[in-house]
């Protein structure tokens, strides 16, 4: 039987340090402590996320807590480190855990250690890539279940892996969004089946280069076995060289081409094969990144033996997650459309293919490193103005200022009424960032109510 823990984070006078407080960082000191490990849990952060955390760790034995600093001495000492998904590989403080030689796993790393302790037998299918990863992760799970079998999504999608490997629930298979900072430090994660939906340069203002972060990625890979099944996406060459070479079996899916799922755009049909699953109508969903995440969700499933009817029949009863194109409301004729989700260009460039009709663009919060421009010929067609905003919008006005018509905003409530103003009748209002949220929000899902709460309150 797999152990749950290292042998060594039990002996008398070792602790474990662990960076980040969230969700993830709170599973993963409960479930230490459960098994007897001394934590040490700190977060930088002062939000008031962070005191929310301290106090649910309060009464927790065997647990230390530091909020809005890292002691570098205490996490130097401990006899390893598990990292929060949120947290960059190359932060400081792991910077400085690496330099003293301790050991760092990310909390998948340590949950899914623990389920396979827990709970052997349980099966997992891996969504990784630059953008799709959430919709098709709920996908997945969401197609599983409407087959009858018992599935649940975990990871980078919301509900820690620790959580539920402590939770009295047992699930056939499990989907589980997967980033490139979990990946980069889970030498123990082995999923039966992996997904890589797509690659594109994020997160630069972490990485020192696309290839970095596309290194990172292909960490998806590294306990491959001749058992596994990797389901790529055939109309991006980077997927297909980062795959190269890897064990186990290869099933593509494409929008252009034929492939083991594919697109026909002329008849408008999703096939798996030779069989047809559903028409694009059927398929409630905006844009067509949103048919190839229904593919390589069906191709996934198909793999764990669900036919191609059942298949059809979970595509058609499933819905927008919040914060990735979700139409939230039309008043006046205007569709408000909530895409916070967005948080790099590629994103708001699939979502800016997706509009169907003249729109106002919402662009703005943390820069990540990646310029602007590329947007340009994209929004010559039918974007009737950009409202640049957060700390981005001088850099956003440089870039696209004199290309697109533009305005500046400020609040969110500013930019709301501003979009207001200037759309028409027959228009959408598309809230697509390309940035992150942190220098307004807490995270994405924070702005994404915000502007729902200003839309629905019209």
């Given amino acids: 039987m797999e152990q749950l823990v290292p042998e060594a984070w039990r002996r008398p006078g070792s602790v474990v340090a662990i960076i980040g407080l969230g969700k993830s960082g709170v599973a993963a000191a409960r479930l230490l402590a459960r098994e007897g490990v001394r934590v040490y849990a700190s977060d930088a952060s002062d939000h008031p996320y962070a005191g929310e955390a301290a106090e649910a760790l309060k009464s927790v034995p065997w ?24 947290v960059p590989p190359d932060a400081p403080v792991l910077t400085a855990a690496r330099h003293a030689g301790v050991e760092i796993v990310s909390e998948l790393d340590l949950g899914f250690r623990a389920l396979a302790a827990l709970q052997p037998g349980t099966r997992s299918i ?9 919709t098709t992760t709920a996908l997945i799970a969401h197609l599983l279940s409407a087959a009858g079998l018992p599935s649940t999504t975990a990871g980078n999608i919301g509900r820690p892996v620790t959580d539920l ?25 082995a999923p039966d ?61 494409s929008l252009a081409k034929p492939a083991d799922a594919s697109y026909d755009a002329t008849k408008r049909l999703l096939r798996l094969g030779g069989e047809s699953l559903i028409t694009r109508d059927e398929l ?21 033996g669900v036919p191609a009817p059942l298949l059809g029949a979970g595509l058609r009863s499933f819905r927008a997650l ?38 106002v663009l919402l662009l703005g919060g943390r820069h990540k490193g990646e310029p602007y421009t590329s947007l340009a ?82």
């Fill in 193 to 253: 089946v992996g997904i890589l939906t797509n690659l594109a340069p994020d997160h630069l203002d972490r990485y020192p280069s696309a290839e970095a972060y596309y290194a990172d990625k292909r960490l998806l890979f590294r306990n491959a076995r001749a058992d596994n099944v990797w389901v790529l996406n055939a109309d991006d060459p980077l997927v297909l060289d980062l795959a190269r070479g890897v064990a186990g079996r290869r099933v593509l899916f």
């Fill in 126 to 134: 891996a969504i990784t890539g630059t953008n799709g990863k959430t």
């Fill in 284 to 304: 409630h969903l905006l844009g067509d990144h949103n048919v190839a995440n229904a593919l390589a969700a069906a191709l996934a499933v198909h793999e764990a």
């Fill in 377 to 458: 010929p994209l929004l010559a067609e039918r974007c009737r103005l950009v409202i640049a905003y957060g700390e981005a919008g001088p850099l956003i006005e440089q870039d696209l200022g004199g290309k697109v018509p533009l305005e500046r905003g400020t609040t969110f409530e500013d930019i709301i009424a501003r979009a207001r103003r200037a759309a028409k009748p027959g228009d959408a209002v598309l809230l697509s960032p390309a940035c992150s949220s942190y220098d307004m929000f807490k995270n994405y899902e924070v702005r994404g109510a915000t502007f729902r709460r200003l839309v629905e309150a019209q």
């Fill in 165 to 189: 490997a402590m939770a009295n629930e047992r699930y056939q298979w499990l989907s589980l969004e997967v980033s490139s900072f979990q990946l980069h430090d889970s030498p123990n994660f």
């Fill in 322 to 359: 919040p914060h990735r194109l979700e139409p939230v409301r039309e008043v006046g004729g205007i569709l408000w459309i909530n895409d916070s989700k967005a948080t790099n260009i590629a994103a708001t460039t699939v979502a800016v293919i997706a509009m169907q009709r003249p729109f």
């Fill in 63 to 86: 647990v230390d807590v530091d909020i809005g600093r890292h002691d570098l001495r205490k996490i130097r000492q401990a006899i390893g480190v598990v990292v929060s998904p949120g």
